[in-house]
Structures are given as structure tokens and as C-alpha cells.
């Protein structure tokens, strides 16, 4: 199946910090990336959808300036937390879909683990 | 609007024994229905998916569902589970009469204890 990587896999920060997680898809052009936040051992909220060369769609109570999502290639996107705080602690998940799979699948990367200290 | 519910928090089963984890959705068009698993600190692996076709969806590492549409449901099925089958599972649906996006719904998620 189709490939979706993210990186950093675990990444901790001060308080106030700006913290950039990348999304790629490895090996197919994925014209649409999900961005995923989840609390432990809850379900994932989509934060936001983003098409290549658009502008991305956030979901409702997601501050779209706070989380920064830029999807300027077919192949990867990457997602900014700006002044982070403890409360942004959590685990952060991407997911791509495209010319890969059928009917628009998407496919998950492993996740990030973001600690705000 | 679509949604997902997978009414139970936890299930226990001894391993060897029959896995049954449920699902139901609600959807205003055709449903996509797809099952995930997570392991702790990893993210979601695709089990299963059900688009069109036979109700009976076989899967990955011996699961299976079946789709029910006139219970709206998708429970996930193992003959005999084994102990690294002890994961958090989670059920998701699509719109395909609404959305071209191809955003899912999730529902809670079920862990799944497996017992030697």
C-alpha cells in the first residue's frame, strides 16, 4: 500500500515555541492531506484538510493561526504549532490521499508526539 | 452529517476465543466504511474496508466484518484472537454521497484486551 511518513517522531519543547511537524507521501502524489489530533486514549479529531496549492480548511473550534498547515507539494505538508503551550501536548496524525488507493483512501503516517514543556 | 458509534469502551476476550468488536453509523447517502487498528504510541493501520459489493469484508491478520445495511452496522469479527491482537480499534465511515474530500468520521475507539 501506499507510504506516508512523518517526521519528527517524538519532539519536545519549551513553552512559546514554535514546533513544524513535515507529512510525505513516499511513493504517490497525494492531492489531499488530513491532519489529525489525539488525546490519550481518545479518538482523532480532524483538525484541518488541505488540497495542494490551497489554502487549508480547518474544522470548527481549530485555530487556524495557532496551527499552521502549508500543503505547497503534491508529496508532502507540513503542520506549524506557533507558541505552543502544554495544552497543545498530544499526539498529532497525518493521513494522504490521491492518485494512490480508490475512492480518495487515506492512507496514515505514524504520527508525532508533541510534549510542551 | 455522518457519525459513528462503537458502544463499548473495552472488550475482554481469552485468547483462542471469538473477537467481536462493534459498530454501528449513520450516514445520509451510501457508506464507506473502513476499520483501523492502533497500537500505543503508533499510528492507524488499515485493517478493512467495505465500499460496494459482497457484505462479508475479509481483512488483514485473519479479521473479517460484516456489513449490515439495514442495521447500519460493521462489526469487526476474529475466529480466534491471539494476545497481539490486544490494540485500541477504531470503526470510520465516509459519505460517499456528500463528501469528495473524503473525510471520515471516527467513532470513540474500543480497546480490545486478548488474555493468554
Known amino acids: 500500500g501506499a507510504v506516508v511518513s512523518q517526521h519528527p517522531s517524538r519532539v519536545i519543547c519549551k513553552s512559546g515555541t514554535s514546533v513544524k511537524i513535515e507529512c510525505r507521501s513516499l511513493?504517490?502524489?497525494?492531492?489531499?492531506m488530513f491532519w489529525y489530533r489525539q488525546f490519550p486514549k481518545q479518538s482523532l479529531m480532524l483538525m484541518a484538510t488541505?488540497?495542494?496549492?490551497?489554502?487549508?480548511?480547518?474544522e470548527q473550534g481549530v485555530e487556524k493561526d495557532k496551527f499552521l498547515i502549508n500543503h505547497a507539494s503534491l508529496t508532502l505538508s507540513t503542520l506549524t504549532v506557533t507558541s505552543a503551550h502544554p495544552e497543545d501536548s498530544s499526539f498529532y496524525i497525518c493521513?494522504?490521499?490521491?492518485?494512490?488507493?480508490?475512492?480518495?483512501?487515506?492512507?496514515f503516517g505514524p504520527g508525532t508526539r508533541l510534549t510542551v514543556l | 452529517a455522518q457519525s459513528v458509534a462503537q458502544p463499548e469502551d473495552q472488550v475482554n476476550v481469552a485468547e483462542g476465543n471469538p473477537l467481536t468488536v462493534k459498530c454501528t453509523y449513520s450516514?445520509?447517502?451510501?457508506?464507506?466504511l473502513f476499520w483501523y487498528v492502533q497500537y500505543p504510541n503508533r499510528g492507524l493501520q488499515f485493517l478493512l474496508k467495505?465500499?460496494?459489493?459482497?457484505?462479508l469484508v475479509k481483512g488483514s491478520y485473519g479479521f473479517e466484518a460484516e456489513f449490515n445495511k439495514s442495521q447500519t452496522s460493521f462489526h469487526l469479527k476474529k475466529p480466534s484472537a491471539l494476545v497481539s491482537d490486544s490494540a485500541l480499534y477504531f470503526c470510520?465511515?465516509?459519505?460517499?454521497?456528500?463528501?469528495?474530500?473524503?473525510?471520515?468520521?471516527f467513532g470513540a475507539g474500543t480497546q480490545v484486551v486478548v488474555t493468554p
Open positions: 493521513s494522504a490521499s490521491g492518485l494512490a488507493g480508490t475512492y480518495n483512501e487515506q492512507f
Open positions: 511513493d504517490f502524489q497525494a492531492t489531499t
Open positions: 488541505s488540497n495542494e496549492g490551497s489554502k487549508a480548511t480547518y
Open positions: 450516514v445520509s447517502g451510501n457508506p464507506y
Open positions: 467495505y465500499i460496494t459489493g459482497d457484505n
Open positions: 470510520a465511515v465516509r459519505d460517499m454521497s456528500t463528501d469528495s474530500w473524503g473525510k471520515l468520521q
